[in-house]
Each structure stands twice: as C-alpha cells, then as structure tokens.
C-alpha cells in the first residue's frame, strides 16, 4: 500500500521543540518534493517548507530561522525539527510527496503548542 506514515506531534509549552517525521511506504517511487503543510482550526491548509531531492529548501517566513526540514533519501523520509514554538504554530500537520503524475498525503498530527 503506498502511503506517507507520520509522527512526532503532540502538545509542548511555548518555546520548546518538536520534531515531525514521515516515512513513504516502500512502494512509493521517485519522490522528488518532500514537504511539511499545517492546516490550523478554521483555516484553509498551508505550505510550511519542502525540500527537494537534492537538498534545496524552502520556508515560508513565519516558521524562518525555526524549523529545519531534511531529508533521507534512502530512507524515503522527511523530518521537520521544530524549535521555539508559538501558540500560533497550533495545526495540524500534513506530509507531501510529490512524484511523476501525481502526488501523496499523510494522515496528519497534531501539534498543540500552549501552555
């Protein structure tokens, strides 16, 4: 079955530090963009960052200086560390895999950031 697997969520003070990882399945072929989406209560889904096969990121500028996302291409896996987390950054989480024709979606967790 081709799916992305993640964890690593859950709730954490503000300030502290998370870290989200997802696994592709190993059916799952050619990924060339990973990335990390959020979708917050009452808003629509949006990017957080990606990173190619090659290494090269992106970030949207509320997560810059943050959140690093890397990669293991061996592994079929991408990691979000998240530090000095906002009440903000509350959402859940979603992984993105993108390949020729199409793309994957994870299931989602949760990350609650609150005190």
């Known amino acids: 079955q081709e799916q992305l697997v993640e964890s690593g969520g859950g709730l954490v003070q503000p300030g502290g530090s998370l870290r989200l990882s997802c696994a592709a399945s190993?059916?799952?072929?050619?990924?060339?963009?990973m990335g990390w989406y959020r979708q917050a209560p009452g808003k629509q889904r949006e990017l957080v960052a990606t990173?190619?096969?090659?290494?090269?990121?992106k970030y949207v500028d509320p997560v810059k200086g943050r959140f690093t996302i890397s990669r293991d291409n061996g592994k079929n896996t991408v990691y979000l560390q998240m530090n000095s987390l906002k009440p903000e950054d509350t959402a859940v989480y979603y992984c993105?895999?993108?390949?020729?024709?199409?793309?994957?979606w994870g299931q989602g967790t949760q990350v609650t950031v609150s005190s």
């Open positions: 993105n895999a993108v390949v020729q024709g199409g793309e994957y």
């Open positions: 190993g059916t799952i072929f050619g990924i060339y963009v």
């Open positions: 990173i190619t096969r090659g290494g090269n990121t």
